[in-house]
């Protein structure tokens, strides 16, 4: 079982920046892939980014491409995601999950979340 709490939330403006954290507990967490999602009112839960627990590759949706980094700190059980330039679009709630880079990426079924963040960017 893995334990996800996200954190960095928050009002931003466009144009803005915020990095998100997801501290994890529970089995180890070096033995896990890391994603996040997000999901808009009214729209589904979308793919936003990924890491590979075993050489650290990145993964991101085109919409963010450029914009967004991903990263992970096994030795603290924390994976952030960096984001710059934002802007109204990526206003939504940002959800931590984790489990293989397949489910994460191509299934987006992974079978453990966090109970996300909010972010909103103001135009």
């Known amino acids: 079982q893995v334990q996800l709490v996200e954190s960095g939330g928050g009002l931003v403006q466009d144009g803005g920046s915020l990095r998100l954290s997801c501290d994890s507990s529970?089995?180890?967490?070096?033995?896990?892939?890391m994603g996040w999602f997000r999901q808009a009112p009214g729209k589904e839960r979308e793919f936003v980014a990924a890491i590979s627990w075993s050489d650290g590759s990145a993964y991101y949706a085109d919409s963010v491409k450029g914009r967004f980094t991903i990263s992970r700190d096994n030795a603290r059980s924390t994976v952030y995601l960096q984001m710059n330039s934002l802007k109204p679009e990526d206003t939504a709630v940002y959800y931590c999950?984790?489990?293989?880079?397949?489910?994460?990426?191509?299934?987006?079924?992974?079978?453990?979340w966090g109970q996300g963040t909010q972010v909103t960017v103001s135009s």
């Open positions: 999950a984790a489990d293989t880079l397949h489910r994460i990426m191509v299934l987006t079924t992974p079978r453990y």
């Open positions: 529970g089995r180890a967490f070096i033995s896990y892939a």
